[in-house]
Nanobody, 125 residues
Framework: QVQLVESGGGLVQAGGSLRLSCAAS????????IGWFRQAPGKEREGLSC????????DYTDSVKGRFTASRDNAKNTVYLQMNSLKPEDTAVYYC??????????????????WGQGTQVTVSS
């Protein structure tokens, strides 16, 4: 049974940092692309980063480039999102998801087949 469980969200002041975790079970994270997404109230789900299967290469959307870093611990079967220099506009529910196509490297939510339940991140000004 495929499962992804996010943790690490919370309330932080602007300029602060959080590290989100995405613990996977039922599959091996280095065999699939893993994406990070967020959704703020009244907004569409936004793709933030993708860490590819195999070599673990990463890519980021412009709004988080230089502030967020995705990484993977194969031994723990867990993917992380380190978020630095947080801004109030980063407030959202954050999700991780498993890529549904072999070899994919994309931010498109429709290409991801399994999702976690989400974790709330709130950044106060």
């Amino acid at each position: 049974q495929v499962q992804l469980v996010e943790s690490g969200g919370g309330l932080v002041q602007a300029g602060g940092s959080l590290r989100l975790s995405c613990a996977a079970s039922g599959f091996t994270v280095d065999h699939y692309a893993i994406g990070w997404f967020r959704q703020a109230p009244g907004k569409e789900r936004e793709g933030l980063s993708c860490i590819s299967s195999g070599d673990g290469s990463t890519d980021y959307t412009d709004s988080v480039k230089g502030r967020f870093t995705a990484s993977r611990d194969n031994a723990k079967n867990t993917v992380y999102l380190q978020m630095n220099s947080l801004k109030p506009e980063d407030t959202a529910v954050y999700y991780c998801a498993r890529g549904g196509i072999v070899g994919m490297h994309s931010f498109k939510p429709a290409l991801y087949d399994f999702w976690g339940q989400g974790t709330q991140v709130t950044v106060s000004s």
